[in-house]
């Protein structure tokens, strides 16, 4: 898990440091400054753009070392601050002291047409909430039309550290200097897109810095015995397919089957029941009478026009086709239960507007399933995770556009029902669900995917 921090959990943990620990915030301004220096190509000139602030004062405190080092540097800013605030007003005296200027200039893009070498951007950063305008606006444009390779100081200028959206222009960089720990911009797109490549520069805190949000990295599966067999990894009975979709309950048992489910029974009706048993040969495929069988470890209900869900005690995952609208809350108040909506079935069942940003879909799933013993499997674009009697939401990472088509959400479901008829935990089966299903298609880029071309990489990804 890579924790994603908002402003306020920064500087929450900075605030610590400084104030329970006793670390003087300039040291922890030189430590950054100190480990984004070292991301720059030696002997490159630098020209290093200042805000007002103590994104500013890294900005000047990065000057003030290259130039101890024998590196040519040049401090700009957009305007000549009338007041250089906190440890900024301090780095900038510094570099003073040493015979350095801070300059600017009425045109930023004639200006840069004569630079060469790197640009740091140490503008504004952790306290950017509102987009840019005037003369910021300005010198972050001109910025990014010159072409000229950019270290971003923390963040670039004109992202908000706590968002996934941009709120205006931000500046594209070539390298992100990250202090600390990584922000919600540096996980998540379309933000992440403006960092280029990340490198996480550690300042001394006294404590780990506490996070809402975690992306998800790859999951760690326990190693199978020598002796194990097939009823060591559990029973999974799917609940799906109907006339004209069948094809779903073949998909949901193949993504059970390719996660390693020791045994897969469909329960489908009647006149389904022979074109599903021909196409995945390996489940036990049977006509639905009306009970679940007690052998059952898991329980998948939904793919394929399934539209009753039925009594069952343990653990179960639905497909949100299967759900009534407003029954959102009903279900995540069931332990041992996984919800998989994609976010026009999400606002189904919540009776909310529908999200179409990253930034309210976050806000909505932490609405509804903070705290709740039920798992939410918010699907899309960076899939969300959460519930599970826990506060924090998990990102999904992996996956790209290509996996838009019908039947993936029916795989995927398969797949969190397999890994947890083999023992995980509900949540945890849901993410490693959606890791493995979105690295699947990061395998096979591009458009034209099938969810059985993902079935069929799977085994590969669990061996490695």
Known sequence: MIPLLTADEMRAAERQAIEDWGIPSLVLQEHAALGA?????????????????????????????????????????????????????IQVRLWKGLGGTVQTAADPVELMKSWRGWVVDGLFGLGTTRPLEGAALAWVRALNASGLPVLALDLPSGLDPSAAELSGEAVRATRTACFGARKVCHGLLPARDHCGEISVIPIPLDQAPRAAMQLLGRPVLSAREWNAHKGSFGHVVIRAGSLGMSGAA????????????????????????????????????????????????????????????????????????????????????????????????????????????????????????????????????????????????????????????????DLLAGMVAGFRAQGLPMREAVAAAAWFHGAAADRLPGAGLLPTDLAGLLPELLRA
């Open 37 to 89: 220096l070292a991301l720059l190509p030696p002997g490159e000139p630098l020209h290093v753009l200042a805000g007002p602030g103590n994104n500013g004062g890294d900005a000047v405190a990065l000057a003030r070392l290259a130039r101890l080092q024998g590196r040519a540097v040049q401090v700009w800013a957009p305007n000549i601050w009338a007041e250089w605030r906190g440890d900024a007003a």
């Open 250 to 409: 073949v998909l949901a048992a193949l993504g059970a089957l390719r996660v390693g489910a020791g045994l897969v029974t469909v329960l489908t009706e009647p006149d389904v029941r022979a074109e599903i048993a021909a196409q995945v040969p390996e489940a036990m495929v049977r006509a639905w009478q009306g009970l679940v069988p007690p052998e059952a470890d898991v329980l998948l209900v939904g793919p394929g026009g399934i539209s009753q869900v039925p009594d069952w005690d343990g653990p179960l995952v639905v497909d949100a086709s299967a759900l009534k609208e407003g029954e959102g809350r009903r279900w995540m108040d069931r332990p041992g239960t996984a919800i998989t909506p994609h976010p026009g079935e999400f606002a189904r069942l919540f009776r909310l507007s529908r999200p179409l940003l990253m930034d309210e879909r976050l806000a909505q799933a932490r609405q509804v399933a903070a705290g709740r013993p039920g798992v939410l499997l918010l699907k899309g674009a960076q899939s969300v995770i959460g519930g599970g009697a826990r506060e924090d939401l998990w990102i999904n990472p992996t996956g790209h556009p290509g996996m838009a088509t019908g039947g993936s959400g």
